[in-house]
């Protein structure tokens, strides 16, 4: 994340960054990636840290977001832990493979195609439930994520030219290489954008600035034994369905410890990560060794790509999403942001390949029973919610979606119209 000026020319050099992030996160209708549309649209509001415990220096919320923004820590190893409740249905495992056929890895083709091991897959299990991961750096040449499973373990390590992806149930490895050698490799490796660590989720959530949003801190708190600050994000609009996001902020480097993100409906949060342990020290150099196991099953990257006939590193998910969506284009601003494309199918959701949105195929008319069917000037649709995004799927193929209320996709198809 780049560092947030601290005078009163804060925001202007955001609009093209916001606009940029925002297209990108559109892509995506469900659900990580739009998590970027829920919270990427951060003001300033400078604010005194009330007293508590532990008792740290006052600082301002502008303060605190520097902090966040000139934090350079380049080596830690720790215990993360997810929780996501989007409060989807329970569609009996189907939306793993839902979530694998858009990715393009397990489940897009027959059992021949992908790996077990393609983190592009793998990684999208983070998306609902709770999951243990373990997390370790050394600078931009070495990191390593394992997601502790029952009785398994799925490791992915970046350790300088090269990138494994080790699935220990099915004995399966995915091998890339990265471009250059040096630097986290997300443009690289499949899977690497889906957010995993606090840090990750609050840079989403602070990768651009304007007035829509108050921010202010929230006192303090002890996180996995590390004093921090608390940094309390809230939309100032109506029709968000975000109600506050709360990032703890280590007090010695500037590090995120936790991240909360709680909606306006109340209840449990949305999506709350954070360390249980965490260490600022050097891990050791064997963490990031890795050799394939005698007798697994060894993928590299281009050759799935071939196979799926996609790009190198199996880029070609975005492909698939992107050829249903004509003339994308954001709606409003800030935290009632709504992503707007045609599919080009009539009659709302797809029920055949022909007109597969996003490769749901036969799965459009079972999933339409899941939604609330509205009507307006626009004509008649489908609204998927869950508790934080929400879709409006028109009949004559139109897709609105974003984190606000059902009334704002209804009101945005309407001023369409």
């Known amino acids: 994340?780049?560092?947030?000026?601290?005078?009163?020319?804060?925001?202007?050099?955001?609009?093209?960054?916001?606009?940029?992030?925002?297209?990108?996160?559109?892509?995506?209708?469900?659900?990580?990636?739009?998590?970027?549309?829920?919270?990427?649209?951060?003001?300033?509001?400078?604010?005194?840290?009330?007293?508590?415990?532990?008792?740290?220096?006052?600082?301002?919320?502008?303060?605190?977001?520097?902090?966040?923004?000139?934090?350079?820590?380049?080596?830690?190893?720790?215990?993360?832990?997810?929780?996501?409740?989007?409060?989807?249905?329970?569609?009996?495992?189907?939306?793993?493979?839902?979530?694998?056929?858009?990715?393009?890895?397990?489940?897009?083709?027959?059992?021949?195609?992908?790996?077990?091991?393609?983190?592009?897959?793998?990684?999208?299990?983070?998306?609902?439930?709770?999951?243990?991961?373990?997390?370790?750096?050394?600078?931009?040449?070495?990191?390593?994520?394992?997601?502790?499973?029952?009785?398994?373990?799925?490791?992915?390590?970046?350790?300088?030219?090269?990138?494994?992806?080790?699935?220990?149930r099915s004995n399966e490895v995915y091998h890339s290489t990265a471009a250059d050698g040096a630097g986290r490799p997300e443009k690289d490796v499949p899977g690497q954008d889906v957010p995993a660590t606090p840090k990750d989720f609050a840079d989403q959530a602070l990768k651009a600035v304007d007035d829509t949003t108050s921010v202010t801190v929230g006192g303090t708190a002890q996180v996995a034994g590390r004093d921090a600050y608390r940094l309390v994000v809230e939309p100032k609009q109506d029709g968000s369905t975000v109600g506050a996001i709360t990032v703890a902020v280590d007090a010695e480097t500037g590090t995120p410890l936790k991240f909360t993100l709680t909606p306006a409906s109340g209840g449990a949060a949305v999506v709350d990560v954070g360390f249980t342990k965490v260490s600022f020290a050097k891990p050791d150099a064997s963490t990031f060794d890795f050799t394939p196991p005698e007798g697994a099953k060894v993928t590299e990257a281009d050759e799935a790509g071939r196979r799926a006939g996609a790009p190198e590193h199996g880029r070609g998910a975005e492909g698939g999403l992107a050829k249903g969506m004509n003339g994308l284009e954001v709606i409003g601003e800030g935290w009632n942001s709504i992503a707007a494309f045609d599919t080009g199918a009539q009659g709302g959701l797809p029920t055949d390949s022909a007109g597969d949105l996003g490769g749901l195929g036969g799965l459009g008319g079972f999933l339409g029973s899941f939604g609330d069917q509205v009507k307006g000037d626009f004509g008649s649709g489908t609204v998927f919610k869950t508790r934080l995004v929400n879709a409006l799927i028109t009949d004559d193929g139109k897709v609105y979606a974003g984190a606000v209320t059902k009334d704002a996709l209804v009101k945005a198809a309407d001023a369409a119209k």
Not at 8 to 18: I, K, M, S, V
């Open 1 to 168: 994340m780049a560092p947030i000026d601290s005078d009163d020319n804060t925001t202007a050099g955001a609009g093209e960054e916001l606009r940029a992030g925002r297209r990108k996160a559109a892509r995506y209708v469900v659900p990580v990636a739009v998590m970027g549309v829920a919270a990427a649209t951060i003001g300033l509001v400078p604010a005194l840290a009330d007293s508590g415990d532990p008792d740290l220096p006052k600082v301002t919320a502008e303060q605190l977001i520097e902090k966040i923004a000139k934090s350079d820590v380049q080596q830690l190893s720790g215990t993360v832990r997810i929780n996501t409740d989007l409060g989807l249905p329970d569609l009996g495992g189907l939306e793993s493979g839902l979530m694998s056929g858009m990715s393009g890895g397990p489940g897009s083709g027959g059992d021949h195609e992908g790996s077990a091991a393609d983190p592009s897959a793998k990684l999208t299990e983070l998306v609902s439930g709770s999951h243990t991961l373990r997390v370790a750096a050394d600078g931009p040449d070495r990191q390593k994520l394992s997601l502790l499973e029952n009785a398994a373990e799925y490791s992915l390590i970046h350790n300088g030219k090269d990138v494994w992806g080790y699935d220990s």
